[in-house]
């Protein structure tokens, strides 16, 4: 375990004990807005559909609920992150055995033959790197969110017009009538305050 992961281990360890209670509805709300997106992000690019993404998110979540009593953390293990990742991953498992035994079936009727490479041996090849990938845009879209409602829409507005359209100061000020020096603050405040976040949820995941 890396020292990183140690510092996050007493806040992962408060929220994990929480959801032994599956009534505590504000915990479990906490942890679907931190990953539902990170599950659904990855089982696209795994070659599912937008439907079996959904399937996954749902059973990912059912699965993580029925271990949660009797869930014990053990950093000999692994961190919280890689037993979510392997979760998430025999989902997405199961989704591709579901839908090749339909196209089997339908293979059969028809008396065709397939030498298409298993689906499940490509997502085994990319799964971790995928995984990784989405992790950290998650991390991001959650940091976002929270720091959305820290903030006037207004605010969001010239943090979204200057970093992420990469729009010139002058142009902002003028789109949303402020002078320069606001656009420049606003601009800063909002940055500081999304890397603070970021910072943050590195530290609880």
């Given at each position: 375990?890396?020292?990183n992961?140690?510092?996050?281990?007493?806040?992962?360890?408060?929220?994990?004990?929480?959801l032994?209670?599956?009534?505590?509805?504000?915990s479990?709300?906490?942890?679907?807005?931190?990953?539902?997106?990170?599950?659904?992000?990855?089982?696209?690019?795994?070659?599912?559909?937008?439907?079996?993404?959904?399937?996954?998110?749902?059973?990912?979540?059912?699965?993580?609920?029925?271990?949660?009593?009797?869930?014990?953390?053990?950093?000999?293990?692994?961190?919280?992150?890689s037993?979510?990742?392997?979760?998430?991953?025999?989902?997405?498992?199961?989704?591709?055995?579901?839908?090749?035994?339909?196209?089997?079936?339908?293979?059969?009727?028809?008396?065709?033959?397939?030498?298409?490479?298993?689906?499940?041996?490509?997502?085994?090849?990319?799964f971790?790197?995928?995984?990784?990938?989405?992790?950290?845009?998650?991390?991001i879209?959650?940091?976002?969110?929270?720091?959305?409602?820290?903030?006037?829409?207004?605010?969001?507005?010239?943090?979204?017009?200057?970093?992420?359209?990469?729009?010139?100061?002058?142009?902002?000020?003028?789109?949303?009538?402020?002078?320069?020096?606001?656009?420049?603050?606003?601009?800063?405040?909002?940055?500081?305050?999304?890397?603070?976040?970021?910072?943050?949820?590195?530290?609880?995941?």
């Amino acid at each position: 375990m890396t020292a990183n992961e140690e510092t996050w281990l007493p806040t992962r360890r408060t929220l994990l004990s929480r959801l032994k209670n599956w009534n505590d509805q504000s915990s479990w709300r906490e942890f679907f807005n931190l990953y539902w997106r990170l599950i659904y992000g990855v089982a696209p690019q795994a070659g599912l559909s937008e439907s079996e993404a959904q399937d996954v998110v749902q059973e990912t979540i059912i699965t993580v609920a029925k271990q949660m009593p009797r869930f014990q953390y053990d950093q000999a293990k692994g961190s919280f992150k890689s037993w979510l990742r392997k979760t998430a991953h025999w989902r997405i498992h199961d989704q591709i055995r579901r839908r090749q035994r339909g196209e089997r079936l339908v293979a059969e009727k028809s008396d065709a033959t397939s030498h298409a490479i298993p689906a499940e041996a490509v997502v085994d090849d990319v799964f971790e790197a995928l995984w990784d990938t989405e992790w950290k845009q998650n991390l991001i879209a959650v940091a976002v969110d929270r720091v959305k409602k820290q903030i006037t829409p207004k605010e969001y507005q010239v943090f979204d017009l200057c970093t992420n359209k990469e729009w010139p100061a002058a142009r902002v000020a003028q789109a949303l009538d402020l002078f320069r020096p606001q656009v420049y603050y606003t601009n800063k405040k909002v940055t500081r305050l999304l890397e603070q976040e970021i910072t943050r949820l590195n530290d609880e995941t």
